[in-house]
């Protein structure tokens, strides 16, 4: 296959601000979960992640109505659980550096 058409098929996300946009909403879902543990003690611990879909799509709909992000829900949801994951590498790097052990490379 020429290289020429594998270059243009690869879509540059680097300039695309909707894309940029929507990538924030992986950025934003721990913090809103984490708040929802503030404001709502109650809700059981093992919940908490199983909400990042749900939110990603809450925060996906409001991009899209104020024409930030054109983004399906089914994106929005993948989003807000790829924000489960960052939280979670923050986590284990954060407990690794506390508890002396090297974080893993």
Not at 33 to 45: A, D, M, N, S
Not at 63 to 85: I, K, M, T, Y
Not at 93 to 102: A, H, P
Request: no cysteine; charged share 10%.
């Amino acid at each position: 296959m020429n290289a020429s058409l594998i270059a243009q098929a690869a879509p540059d996300l680097t300039t695309s601000t909707p894309q940029l946009w929507a990538y924030g909403i992986a950025v934003v879902t721990p913090l809103i979960i984490q708040g929802v543990r503030w404001l709502v003690p109650k809700v059981p611990t093992f919940l908490l992640p199983t909400l990042a879909p749900f939110v990603g799509i809450v925060v996906g709909l409001g991009l899209n109505a104020v024409g930030a992000a054109h983004l399906s829900w089914v994106d929005a949801a993948q989003l807000g659980a790829l924000g489960v994951f960052v939280r979670e590498i923050t986590n284990q790097y954060v407990t690794k550096r506390m508890t002396g052990s090297s974080p893993p490379v």
